[in-house]
């Protein structure tokens, strides 16, 4: 007979994983105390970072069965889930996720339910790269310097030359200058 587990995942310390235990229960889940796997973390943090999900993976045998509320409880974005579920599934483990009506995502449904929430995610991405392109040429054509200020003015950039010419390393006056490499090479290349 398949074991059923459960992930429960909260962002912060004032939240709880209670309603998560109930819903998953009140779906007809027969999830066992020992077999819940409660856990506060961010959700910006990635699924192999959680501890809790790392030791419960651990744990899972073929034929077990893995239930959480949504997916966001299983990884940090879209991709993050898929990699999840398909390495779970390779495991022999089901994934149900009662967002998604309970459908098993390791199912032929399930995995289609995916491919549809990984292509959403990949089109909202793409808008969010489109928009942010957008404004910086829209911010760029109002003549606003976009980008990350240079570590070394027009005085600094230039004392760098004159150092370099006099026979300085790169490596020492970025040490010197408290800069990487790269931005004492984009100085000595500034005018001279």
């Known amino acids: 007979m398949s074991r059923v587990f459960a992930y429960c995942r909260v962002s912060t ?3 709880t994983t209670e309603n998560q235990v109930r819903e998953i229960k009140a779906a007809g889940f027969d999830v066992q105390p020992h077999r819940i796997v409660a856990e506060t973390i961010s959700g910006s943090s ?3 970072q959680r501890p809790g999900l790392r030791k419960l993976r651990e744990r899972l ?3 077990d069965v893995l239930v959480v509320t949504k997916l966001d409880r299983l990884g940090r974005n ?3 889930v898929r990699q999840t579920v398909e390495e779970l599934a390779e495991q022999g483990v089901r994934v ?3 967002a998604l009506g309970g459908v ?3 199912s032929a449904a399930g995995k289609m339910t995916m491919q549809v929430i990984n292509a959403v995610a990949e ?3 793409d808008l969010l790269k489109e928009r942010t392109r957008s404004g910086m040429q829209r911010a760029v054509a109002q003549g606003v310097k976009v980008g990350r200020r240079a570590s070394l003015d027009a005085e600094k950039a230039a004392k760098v030359r004159a150092q370099h010419a006099a026979g300085a390393s790169v490596s020492t006056l970025a040490k010197e200058y408290g800069t ?3 931005s004492i090479y984009r100085a000595l290349a500034g005018p001279a």
């Open 180 to 182: 990487s490499r790269q």
């Open 96 to 98: 149900h996720c009662l």
């Open 104 to 106: 098993d995502l390791t």
């Open 61 to 63: 045998e073929r034929g």
């Open 13 to 15: 310390a004032d939240q």
């Open 123 to 125: 089109f909202e991405l």
């Open 46 to 48: 990635h699924a192999r």
């Open 78 to 80: 879209a991709v993050d």
